[in-house]
């Protein structure tokens, strides 16, 4: 199988591993992941404005290329899923104005939210499918107890995102299962991390990520898995009792391409 | 009411594309809200005080740099308001403004440290600067 793979400026730069990560293991499991070509950040956060057309271009961009051949387009980073899947949705959602729009500036294409947009964890468990990964790994966790960590931009708006129940997910603890691990049951798993304020208020972001962090820890997480780069920096920078890893560094140790 | 502010309550309500009539001040929002403790006017204030016209506080104020747009007010309001989306339409009349934005690439070098991932550069900007 092969798919659209919009990997974003942060998995070529300090995030490198969840992308290096991510194709090993989707290699493995059958599935080739093929960067699109010239393609432009997401923006990092999807603009809810109904008079926002510039900032979601590059995100149209990208979808188009996907649609034309064919493909669903994938996504690693929750901050970019977000917002490809905010603005393919706006494009169905809204022909005559957003789509309209946005297609006068990218003429002469017609694109009107035809592309299938999945994060990585769709990949796993709705086309490859947790049973299959559960025969392809070689390292089981051996009840490693794994918390897992959504945050808010895999999960929400959930009408739009759509992945899971916003409330209570559970795609990523049915991996972790799969996978041989224990996923341990916490309140924080789906709240903000503080995201983009630990730029101008760090404080902000240490209060959030240790309130996660914590209650990880009273339910006795040896590890936290996440999918966001942003999640990642602010757990770590913030927090030290529970270790913080790319849920990929899990699948990838599990599949036996990582020691 | 003025004309020009009674234009730009429209502005913002438009654009946003929330009615903020349809709110009945359960205050779930602010009780959800992570970004709670640091905001001067709170996610139901806002609601309400768009509702009244009152908006020349919530333009001032700093509040609108705190919403971390993690849409729990928009997913958990019982009545389907959205919250997040009118604080980012106030924000957005704010920073459109010439001269207005909230942060500026002079600034960055001060802020950052070897860690911090681009994301968090590329977000902060889409949302504090026009």
Not at chain 1, 27 to 33: A, D, H, K, Q, S
Not at chain 1, 39 to 53: L, N, P, V, Y
Not at chain 1, 133 to 140: D, H, L, S
Not at chain 2, 10 to 36: E, F, H, I, L, W
Request: include cysteine.
């Amino acid at each position: 199988m092969k798919v659209s793979y919009f990997p974003g400026c942060t998995l070529k730069t300090k995030a490198k591993d969840l992308d290096e990560q991510a194709r090993a293991c989707a290699e493995i499991l059958g599935v080739t992941l093929e960067e699109i070509s010239n393609w432009q950040c997401c923006g990092g956060a999807f603009t809810t404005a109904s008079d926002e057309i510039a900032t979601k271009l590059s995100s149209v961009r990208a979808l188009m290329e996907a649609n034309k051949k064919g493909q669903p387009l994938l996504t690693v980073c929750s901050a970019c899923h977000n917002v490809i899947k905010q603005t393919n949705v706006a494009m169905k959602e809204n022909p005559d104005n957003f789509a309209f729009r946005a297609n006068m500036n990218l003429a002469p294409d017609n694109y009107n939210g035809e592309a299938e947009v999945i994060h990585y964890l769709e990949l796993l468990r709705d086309k490859v499918g947790y049973d299959k990964i559960k025969e392809k790994v070689v390292k089981p966790l051996e009840g490693l107890k794994v918390a897992c960590y959504y945050g808010c931009l895999l999960l929400r708006p959930s009408k739009v995102m759509a992945m899971d129940d916003a409330e209570n997910p559970t795609i990523m603890e049915d991996l972790v299962k799969a996978l041989g691990g224990e996923p341990v049951y916490y309140a924080y798993k789906n709240e903000c991390c503080g995201g983009y304020i630990a730029l101008e208020d760090a404080e902000s972001a240490m209060k959030k990520s240790q309130k996660i962090s914590n209650n990880a820890k009273a339910q006795g997480a040896d590890v936290i898995i996440t999918a966001c780069p942003l999640c990642m920096y602010n757990l770590k920078k913030h927090t030290k009792d529970v270790p913080v890893i790319y849920f990929t560094e899990l699948l990838a140790k599990a599949l036996g391409i990582k020691e | 009411m003025e004309k020009s502010k009674e234009n730009l309550i429209q502005d913002v309500v438009r654009r946003s594309g929330v009615n903020p009539r349809k709110c009945m001040k359960c205050g779930k929002c602010s009780g959800t809200c992570p970004a709670y403790d640091e905001m001067e006017y709170h996610p139901h204030q806002f609601v309400y005080m768009i509702e009244t016209g009152d908006i020349e506080p919530l333009l001032k104020s700093k509040s609108i740099y705190k919403c971390l747009t993690c849409f729990a007010c928009v997913d958990r309001c019982p009545r389907g308001v959205e919250p997040a989306k009118l604080i980012e339409s106030i924000r957005l009349s704010v920073i459109r403004e010439q001269g207005n934005n909230h942060l500026t690439p002079q600034m960055i070098p001060e802020l950052i440290d070897e860690e911090m991932p681009q994301q968090a550069l590329v977000t902060a900007f889409r949302k504090y600067t026009k």
